[in-house]
């Protein structure tokens, strides 16, 4: 029954705001990786729905307790929130809950990491009548793209 109720909800993948598909980053300059979680609770929760057998009733509430972020060049970062969004006056430092630093460009001729931001949502249910209840993990999965570029300065 349990797993008829988290069937009814809707959990998608992270819905990714950074890496941005249309940004260009730099090789050693921070990566700053959110998700937009609260355009909607189906992305990060959230999201609650019950089923019913003959008397019994289980309810389960889902939401996004860490995204893990493989980043496409070997490394994979755990975040335990949706990240925090950059803005310019941060400038170039780390992100302070959800970030990675590219130590090189992608020297393909598509020249884009490609990764994947998986979103593991716990699930708690509960079925008071028969005195029961646990946790679960679901994951949803979602891919982008980091347009990496290594920056070369002359000084004359």
């Known amino acids: 029954m349990t797993r008829r109720a988290v069937a009814s909800m ?4 992270p819905e990714v705001a950074s890496p941005r598909m249309a940004g260009t980053y730099v090789v050693g300059t921070p990566m700053w990786m ?7 609770p189906t992305t990060f929760g959230p999201m609650s729905a019950s089923a019913t057998a003959w008397a019994v009733i289980v309810t389960a509430t889902a939401e996004v307790t860490q995204v893990r972020w ?6 994979t970062v755990t975040c ?4 925090t969004p ?5 400038g170039g430092t ?3 809950d959800c970030g990675h630093l590219y130590e090189r460009p992608l020297l393909r001729a598509a020249g884009r990491y490609r990764g994947t ?3 593991h949502w ?3 249910w509960t079925a008071p009548a028969l005195n029961d209840g646990g946790t679960f993990i679901e994951t949803r999965a979602t891919e982008f793209t980091a347009d990496v570029r290594e920056v070369q300065v002359v000084n004359d």
Do not use: C
């Open 86 to 90: 950059f803005t310019k006056s941060r």
């Open 122 to 124: 716990t699930v708690a």
């Open 117 to 119: 931001a998986i979103a």
């Open 70 to 75: 493989a980043m496409g060049d070997g490394i």
């Open 94 to 96: 780390p992100s302070p």
């Open 80 to 83: 335990h929130g949706p990240g």
């Open 34 to 40: 959110w998700m937009w979680a609260t355009s909607s």
């Open 10 to 13: 809707r959990l998608d993948g």
